[in-house]
């Protein structure tokens, strides 16, 4: 009779011991050649996460990666022993990281490769968090948001500085609603991607958040080391974006509310957006819409063209019909 009782009692423990494993959710890496990653691993790996972010762990990582953008690949040895320390298993294309995976966190910073790797996973339904940029250009943001809508996939991007809280706050209107806004980010450029999309991309994020969309003309100031973009919204609003090339680099902005003028949010860690993308992985449910995120592409590309153009305005509506069409150019080409 005990031995009964001591077997039904293991039987109970490795029951519980299964459960238990099976409520944890799996995400997977693409992308070891950022500093993102690590952050991301430390955080949910961790012995002791925060209460928000129990429930989760990152089992397995494809370290590609850039191959070409020497700032990126000089990390990917580091960090991916870095991230085998913490229990990630290193694994050799992303298809065998779909195997072993619930959800998708692709980092890759090089964004000319993420149109190639997100197909890969929006083929199996898999959400997937696409961090900044979500693409290289605006044609290929655009594609990738046509093929999740083919594939029935959940995906959205962000970087940080949308969910710093500041930024939360004018988002939800707790100062009143937004009249304008100024601001502004390092803007270092890359010569593979378009204007802003590497690193401008934190500061025109920063300002769509305070300001919600609906920027229509868009007009830009270019100099060796600053560029100002101004966006006349649809409600007759004015917000610009300043990108920083020289001086300190740093976030932030001023937001004029109906009843203050209010400092943007700046840089404050990854914990905010981890937990939105948790969020997003147990309930499917985008905390940024497809069409933000394609405004803000169309708004920095709308400034590429400006800057062109010798500074004249630039119709958003203009920009994004002819992205489009170069999009489907692109899916057809690829035959996704």
Request: with cysteine; aromatic share 8%; net charge positive.
């Amino acid at each position: 009779m005990k031995l009964k009782i001591i077997a039904l009692l293991c039987l109970l423990i490795t029951s519980a011991g299964l459960l238990h494993a099976q409520e944890v959710i799996k995400i997977g890496i693409i992308g070891l050649d950022t500093s993102h990653a690590p952050a991301f691993i430390k955080l949910l790996n961790s012995n002791d996460p925060l209460p928000e972010h129990k429930g989760f762990k990152i089992v397995a990582a494809y370290p590609y990666g850039s191959k070409t953008i020497e700032s990126s690949y000089k990390r990917i040895p580091g960090y991916t022993e870095e991230a085998q320390k913490h229990g990630v298993e290193i694994v050799g294309s992303i298809a065998e990281l779909l195997e072993k995976v619930d959800c998708v966190m692709l980092e890759t910073n090089d964004g000319n490769l993420h149109l190639d790797q997100a197909v890969e996973v929006l083929k199996t339904g898999k959400p997937m968090f696409i961090d900044k940029p979500v693409a290289a250009t605006l044609t290929d943001a655009i594609a990738i948001f046509s093929l999740a809508k083919k594939y029935n996939s959940p995906m959205f991007s962000s970087s940080t500085l949308r969910f710093t809280p500041r930024n939360q706050e004018l988002k939800r209107g707790e100062h009143g609603k937004v009249l304008g806004a100024d601001c502004f980010s390092p803007a270092t450029n890359e010569p593979s991607h378009a204007d802003f999309s590497w690193y401008g991309i934190h500061g025109v994020e920063t300002l769509f958040t305070v300001m919600g969309g609906g920027c229509k003309q868009v007009t830009r100031v270019s100099a060796e080391g600053t560029d100002v973009v101004v966006g006349l919204w649809n409600d007759g609003r004015i917000g610009t974006f300043r990108g920083l090339r020289t001086g300190k680099a740093d976030f932030g902005g001023t937001a004029f509310c109906e009843s203050k003028t209010v400092a943007a949010g700046g840089y404050i860690g990854f914990k905010d957006l981890l937990t939105e993308i948790l969020t997003f992985f147990k309930t499917k449910k985008v905390p940024v819409t497809e069409q933000e995120t394609i405004e803000i592409f169309t708004f920095m590309e709308a400034s590429n063209q400006s800057k062109r153009l010798g500074g004249k305005p630039v119709s958003m509506q203009e920009t994004l019909e002819r992205c489009t069409k170069a999009a489907q150019k692109v899916l057809k080409a690829k035959k996704y």
